[in-house]
């Protein structure tokens, strides 16, 4: 019996991605610019203990508590960028 949560994944195709409309520049510009204002108001939220970490690392210890835990070694290392951004409609300075 698998007990495991099941994760679902987006994976957008070009196709995809030009129907959620990438190629109107306008809006796209729209938007980065709205991401601006939102990051210069404070409006987000990254990883780390002050929310402003460009990236969450997962390391792994010397001492490893089961044998086929990955080694402390250069290539063993996962990075990602989780972060919250605010809503457009949120107070304009």
Same mark, same amino acid.
């Given at each position: 019996m698998n007990t495991l949560p099941k994760i679902d994944f987006i994976y957008l195709s070009e196709p995809d991605m030009i129907r959620a409309g990438v190629t109107d520049m306008a809006a796209c510009?729209?938007?980065m610019e709205e991401m601006f204002r939102l990051l210069h108001? %404070?409006?987000?939220? &990254?990883?780390g203990p002050d929310s402003n970490s460009h %990236?969450?690392?997962?390391?792994?210890p010397e001492?490893?508590?089961? #044998?086929? &835990? #990955?080694? #402390?070694?250069a290539d063993r290392r996962f990075m990602a960028m989780p972060a919250y951004l605010g809503e457009a409609s949120g107070p304009r300075e």
């Open positions: 510009v729209d938007t108001v %404070g409006d987000y939220r &990254m990883a %990236g969450a690392i997962v390391v792994f001492d490893l508590p089961f #044998p086929d &835990m #990955p080694k #402390p070694t």
